[in-house]
T-cell receptor, first 113, second 114 residues
C-alpha cells in the first residue's frame, strides 16, 4: 500500500525561485492537509482540503498556494521562496471527520538559500 | 484557541527504564487526543488515540489515558527500548467551521541508551 506519497524528498531552492511539492494518496480520502515542521517545533497547518475543488487556509498560509483538482492529488506551491520557508513539509490525509486517523507522508525537506 | 503543551525534551533514558511524557491541552468541549511518533528521517505515524474522557489508548507497550479533570493525556511505557528513540507529538483534533484539523504540541525527543 502506497498511502500518502510526497515528492521530492529533498530540495534546495534559491531565494525567489518557485516550486511545487507534490502529494498523492491512494486511500480515497476526502480530507488532505499540508503541514510544516520547523526545528524543535510542532507541526503547523498550512492549507487543507475537504474534497476536490475545496481548499481553505490553515494557521500559516502566507507564501503558499494549493489546488485540489482530484481526490488523489493535493500539490503545494511556493511562488517566491524565502529563507523563512526552510522547513520540513508533511502532506497528510484522512477519511471524514471525528476520530478517524490522519495518515502522513514521509516528508519533504526544503532549504531556501 | 485550542492548544497542546508537552514537556520539553530531550528525555534521555537507559534501556528498560520507565517513560512518562507529559501532555496537557486547552480546548473547548472534548476533543479526540492523539500521540504520534516520528522516527529519524521518517514521517509521523499514529501511535495511539483516545476519543472520549477516561478512554485509554495503547499500542506497542505505550499507553495514555484521556483525563478530563486534569486536561491531560500523558504517554507512558513501562520498559523502553533503544528502538523507541524518536520524537513524540501529542495532538488534539479540533473541529472548526465543520472541518477537523490536528493541533500539535512542540514534540518531545526521546533518546534511549543501551
Amino acid at each position: 500500500n502506497a498511502g500518502v506519497t510526497q515528492t521530492p524528498k529533498f530540495r534546495i531552492l534559491k531565494i525567489g525561485q518557485s516550486m511545487t511539492l507534490q502529494c498523492a494518496q491512494d486511500m480515497n480520502h476526502n480530507y488532505m492537509y499540508w503541514y510544516r515542521q520547523d526545528p524543535g517545533m510542532g507541526l503547523k497547518l498550512i492549507y487543507y482540503s475537504v474534497g476536490a475543488g475545496i481548499t481553505d487556509k490553515g494557521e500559516v498560509p502566507n507564501g503558499y498556494n494549493v489546488s485540489r483538482s482530484t481526490t488523489e492529488d493535493f500539490p503545494l506551491r511556493l511562488e517566491l521562496a524565502a529563507p523563512s520557508q526552510t522547513s520540513v513539509y508533511f502532506c497528510a490525509s484522512s477519511f471524514g471527520q471525528g476520530g478517524n486517523t490522519i495518515y502522513f507522508g514521509e516528508g519533504s525537506w526544503l532549504t531556501v538559500v | 484557541g485550542n492548544s497542546v503543551t508537552q514537556m520539553e525534551g530531550p528525555v534521555t533514558l537507559s534501556e528498560e527504564a520507565f517513560l512518562t511524557i507529559n501532555c496537557t491541552y486547552t480546548a473547548t468541549g472534548y476533543p479526540s487526543l492523539f500521540w504520534y511518533v516520528q522516527y529519524p528521517g521518517e514521517g509521523l505515524q499514529l501511535l495511539l488515540k483516545a476519543t472520549k474522557a477516561d478512554d485509554k489508548g495503547s499500542n506497542k507497550g505505550f499507553e495514555a489515558t484521556y483525563r478530563k479533570e486534569t486536561t491531560s493525556f500523558h504517554l507512558e511505557k513501562g520498559s523502553v527500548q533503544v528502538s523507541d528513540s524518536a520524537v513524540y507529538f501529542c495532538a488534539l483534533r479540533e473541529v472548526s467551521g465543520g472541518y477537523n484539523k490536528l493541533i500539535f504540541g512542540a514534540g518531545t525527543r526521546l533518546a534511549v541508551h543501551p
